[in-house]
């Protein structure tokens, strides 16, 4: 069965740092999406991204934050200048259809901001 | 502002033990409602999804969940709890907007015991 796969699956960094977040969609999928998860808290959405461009995102996603899919297959996040309370688990997912298709959801990544 | 509630952070349920979590939204429309499952370390799987027509959906791995638009509630239920359903479980609503922007509930964590 297709699946989500994300890299790596912890990073731990210095606060200020630049990091990437690679995951790659299921290779037929369109739609793809990153949200996060802090420790003891609930998923929250950060962005969508269809036909290489950003078409919603969140408060929590400011100019610290950038998507992007550099080729055919990856779709990364990455934040710019990390701060403590960024530290979170990362999930990548990724859908077929708009609206009504099943977002499957990768294993995330754990960002540890030290 | 919309939002999604599970009033119960925890749940012990003894195996083969009936299961009901609750969820509750606050929208003004009705939305796309979904179950997820998260186990430890790993990322989040669908239960079951609720678009339109029938109210009581039947999901993955002996789930279901009801629909009450008067209740706006979408409580997901088990008739015999297995070991194996200890996890996390996580109610989410897309608010229709096109893009599948999910809101999560704060989750409820399912403890089974012998």
């Known amino acids: 069965e297709p699946e989500v ?24 999928h369109l739609y793809f999406y990153w949200y996060r998860q802090i420790l003891g808290q609930k998923v929250e959405f950060l962005v969508s991204f269809y036909n290489n461009e950003i078409s919603e995102k969140s408060e929590i996603f400011d100019d610290q934050f950038s998507v992007e899919r550099p080729d055919g297959s990856n779709f990364t ?14 999930f990548c997912a990724s859908s077929d259809l708009r609206g009504s298709g099943e977002q499957y959801f990768g294993p995330g990544t754990r960002l540890t901001v030290t | 502002a919309q939002s999604v509630t599970q009033p119960d952070i925890h749940i012990t349920v003894s195996e083969g033990a009936s299961l009901e979590l609750r969820c509750n939204y606050s929208y003004g429309a009705t939305p796309y409602l979904f179950w997820y499952v998260q186990s430890p370390g790993q990322g ?3 239960l079951l999804k609720y678009f339109s027509g029938d109210t009581l959906v039947q999901g ?24 194996s359903d200890a ?14 922007k999910l809101v999560f509930g704060t989750g409820t964590r399912l403890l089974v015991s012998p």
């Open chain 2, 87 to 100: 996890a996390e479980y996580f109610c989410a609503v897309d608010m229709n907007t096109g893009f599948q």
């Open chain 1, 5 to 28: 796969t994300q890299t790596p699956s912890h990073q731990v960094t210095q606060m200020g740092q630049e990091v990437i977040l690679r995951c790659v969609p299921i290779s037929n």
């Open chain 2, 44 to 46: 989040l799987q669908l």
């Open chain 2, 60 to 83: 993955i791995k002996g789930f279901e969940a009801e629909f009450k638009r008067s209740q706006s509630s979408f409580n997901l239920r088990k008739p015999s709890v297995h070991w």
């Open chain 1, 77 to 90: 996040l990455k934040i710019r200048s990390t701060k403590l309370e960024d530290s979170a688990m990362y």
